[in-house]
């Protein structure tokens, strides 16, 4: 088996070899640097499978470190554990904001140190085999753009074009969601079940308990209407065990999310190969747009996996011109969702998604947004 390699950042080089003789013990390869500097070079140019780092050094402290390392597309997506002697709540706040997955403090056992190795070269592991393109989030700018609409009718839509896929929808909202109200699965909710229970029992057999199958063919994994808040938090770990499974058995898990973010959307955004950013073309919504980009540079979510979708709520008249929205968002839009207020107003009455005419403007742009999604996996 091919040792993994882990790269050691600390300017004292008795506690350089004291670290590494501890992992090379448990059978991984030692990457060392002794400077800020030398660290973002050697982890550019070797990859390791997991950074060790300490806060203080003398030219660029680990804060820096670790901030520039998950800006370089070569390191983003690597573990980075810092550990220092620096024991205050204050500096394991920053470390995590500069882009730290773990936090030690020296001096520590052996067997401490190695367990939190493993945990985290687990969890990147269970992350690469996710994020095979198989999962497209929905991120709305703002409430009431029509986010869940359009995810609903893209896994539809995706449904009708590969018949033999599995395709599976999923609200991730602890409350305010509104699939199974629009339709008319108001009485159940499936998601809090499994937030309620412990960890350790979401499973494969415990998700598919709560999934429901649409008449459609697409499979829904709905959330409750209560008010946000209401029920259980959903943590990122929920998150990363529940994509895990829903991966393994689809072939597309389509993700309508919140215009929040929180620990759950920021981690349901970083495994997602593509996240598809619904735009309100107004001032206002453009202006909720740049900040959710702003915000999703902030916490080192790539760009470059975002592709907006412009959906009107209003007569054309009122909306901005598309090339302005592209200007301002520095992106091609994929999509330009038109205004349908009837089927919109039939698809609330009859508790049924909207039905698209197959020759529609409407169809034709989830069409596009549908090729998009095919095109990435």
Known sequence: ?????????????????????????????????????QAISKAVKEQP????????????????????????????????????????????????????????????????????????????????EISDGKIICFLPTKGGVGNTTLSLNTAIELRRQFKEQKIVLLELRNGGATLGLHLGMSMR????PLLE?????????????????????????????NPVGA???????????LFYHLNTDYDYVLVDTAPFLGEANQEALRLSSLIMLSVEPTHIGLAMAQKMLDGLN???????????????????????????????????VIANIPYEP???????????????RPHSLISQQVRLVVQSIVEHH
């Open 342 to 356: 009837e089927m919109a107003y039939q698809s609330i009455l009859n508790n049924r998604p909207m039905k698209l």
């Open 1 to 37: 088996m091919t040792k993994q390699h882990i790269l050691i950042v600390d300017d004292d080089i008795d506690a350089l070899r004291l670290i590494g003789l501890m992992l090379e013990r448990a059978g991984y390869h030692i990457i060392a640097a002794s400077s800020g500097q």
């Open 197 to 225: 229970q412990p960890l350790a029992s979401v499973n494969r057999d415990t998700i598919n308990n709560a999934i429901i199958q649409h008449t459609s063919g697409i499979h829904l994994l709905l959330s409750s209407a």
């Open 49 to 128: 499978a997991l950074i060790i780092l300490d806060i203080m050094m003398p030219d660029v402290d680990g804060y820096q470190v670790a901030a520039q390392l998950r800006k370089h597309p070569a390191t983003t997506g690597v573990p980075i554990l810092m550990f220092t002697a620096k024991t205050s709540i204050t500096d394991k706040v920053a470390s995590f904001q500069a882009g730290a997955d773990d936090y030690l403090t020296k001096p520590i056992q052996p067997q401490a140190l190695i367990s939190h190795v493993e945990t985290l070269l687990a969890q990147k592991n269970r992350t690469s």
């Open 298 to 332: 902030k916490h080192h979510i790539s760009p470059n996996k975002t592709e907006p979708v412009v959906i009107h709520r209003m007569p054309a008249g009122a909306a901005l011109e598309i090339n302005t929205i592209e200007s301002a968002l520095q992106s091609k």
């Open 189 to 192: 909710t499936y998601l809090q």
């Open 231 to 241: 029920d259980e938090n959903i943590s990122k770990d929920f998150v990363r065990t």
